[in-house]
């Protein structure tokens, strides 16, 4: 069974950078994708990026592409999403989630079979 934990979530001004952690365990966490999402009051949950074990293969959403950079620590077992230029309404809890592959094009987080517990991410004004 895989298990993620995030962390690095945050208050910051916007226009600032945060980056989230998730650290990943389970004996099979290797055979899965890894994604991060977020989810804002009264939203479904949203599609950020994605990317492979091996950093080879990353997606992001429009909204972030440019912003946003998804990699990964294969020696720490961990992916990160460092965010730059933070805006508003980038608010939200932001959730680490793996998934079986293939990698849809844009995942929907029913795709997704594991979850962190999210962490929140405060972008003031």
């Known amino acids: 069974q895989v298990q993620l934990v995030e962390s690095g979530g945050g208050l910051v001004q916007a226009g600032g950078s945060l980056r989230l952690s998730c650290a990943a365990s389970g004996s099979t966490f290797s055979h899965y994708f890894m994604g991060w999402f977020r989810q804002a009051p009264g939203k479904e949950r949203e599609f950020v990026s994605t990317?492979?074990?091996?950093?080879?293969?990353?997606s992001y959403a429009g909204s972030v592409k440019g912003r946003f950079t998804i990699s990964t620590n294969n020696a720490k077992d961990t992916v990160y999403l460092q965010m730059n230029s933070l805006k508003p309404e980038d608010n939200a809890v932001y959730y680490c989630a793996a998934g079986r592959f293939p990698v849809p094009s844009v995942p929907h987080w029913y795709q997704m079979g594991v979850w962190g517990q999210g962490t929140q991410v405060t972008v003031s004004s």
């Open positions: 990317i492979t074990w091996s950093g080879g293969s990353t």
